[in-house]
């Protein structure tokens, strides 16, 4: 896996706040993500959980990175792989781990699984399985508040297979034409399923380029350092609050998991970069932390989990009226 240089933007937004709590908050995000991740892959095995997972290990610092510049009341959508989007803006952990259990504590009241999350608190709209999907939602929700007069930024997330699905075309289209304000994040971490990107598209083809076909402000970097992903979703995400309509940004990555399951492929292949430990290294060299900071984030984050797990597992499922709920229209009273 090869990854593309940031365009130095990332280290002028960072200048002023080198030893801002910011970093700081990034990297205690990305650890727990990663740990409560290595929760659900350890227990998933038990066949408790009620729906099948796709992990986000070794993608987290992208998440991380764009959320870090969100504002309550900015929007937020993702696919199939949406646990670390879900929890960097700050979804519910409790309702989360229910959800995977099909409790009816969790937050589609254990109707919806792994690839349903919503939280509106957090401004986390939703995910949707089928590759794509989301695009043209978001789009449509950003299309809504500009309608509507708001200053809301909306970023929707997808992987580099949902750029070869047609409805990704008309919403950049749509996009552009009615000058929306939206983000949209590509997670390229080169594979569909099990399908190389070198397998599906020319080699000299680049996503990025797509989006530049619309006239649409576009940046490809490495989406395995966090800092870097900050800077650049900063610029962009600055101009359209700006009113410069939409951003497009491919993010080189590699997700440390198979694609669907709890099984952790390593962090040791051959020119990856984990942004977990490459975060940890930098804010350690650089004095940012110490170790004594880090010990005292794992200690307070695997409480966090426990009581998660413990909480959702003591839950009861949802009863049978509420399993029937919303499948039949019952006509007019």
Request: charged letters at 25%; proline letters at 3%; aromatic letters at 8%.
């Amino acid at each position: 896996m090869s990854f593309m240089k940031d365009k130095g933007l990332a280290d002028l937004s960072l200048k002023k706040e080198v030893n801002s709590p910011l970093q700081k908050k990034m990297f205690f995000d990305i650890l727990r993500i990663r740990r409560i991740e290595e929760e659900i892959s350890r227990q998933y095995s038990d066949q408790e959980m009620r729906c099948p997972v796709h992990l986000s290990i070794g993608q987290e610092a992208i998440g991380v990175g764009v959320s870090a510049n969100l504002k309550p009341g900015d929007y937020v959508m993702s696919g199939h792989r949406s646990h670390a989007h879900y929890l960097a803006c700050g979804g519910n952990l409790d309702k989360f781990i229910a959800e995977l259990y099909g409790k009816e504590t969790g937050c589609t009241n254990g109707l919806g699984g792994s690839m349903h999350l919503i939280d509106k608190s957090a401004g986390f709209l939703g995910s949707v399985p089928i590759i794509g999907s989301t695009i043209s939602i978001a789009t449509g929700l950003a299309f809504e508040t500009k309608r509507r007069k708001k200053s809301n930024v909306t970023v929707v997330y997808f992987g580099d297979s949902a750029t070869e699905e047609g409805v990704f075309y008309e919403s950049l289209n749509f996009a552009k034409s009615l000058n929306l304000p939206i983000l949209y994040v590509c997670e390229n971490n080169e594979m569909s399923v099990e399908t190389p990107f070198s397998k599906r598209r020319h080699q000299q083809q680049k996503i990025v380029d797509i989006a530049n076909s619309f006239n649409i402000e576009s940046l490809c970097s490495d989406g395995q350092i966090c800092e870097g992903v900050y800077g650049n979703a900063k610029y962009l995400i600055e101009g359209i609050r700006c009113g410069e309509g939409p951003k497009f940004i491919e993010l080189m990555t590699t997700k440390l998991v198979e694609h669907c399951g709890p099984k952790i492929i390593g962090m040791e292949s051959e020119g990856v970069c984990d942004p977990l430990t490459y975060y940890k290294e930098k804010l350690l060299n650089d004095k940012i932390i110490i170790q004594k900071d880090i010990d005292v984030y794992e200690m307070d984050i695997q409480e966090e989990i426990k009581k998660a797990f413990d909480k959702a597992k003591k839950a009861k499922f949802p009863s049978r009226d509420k399993l029937k709920a919303n499948i039949f229209y019952k006509g007019e009273k």
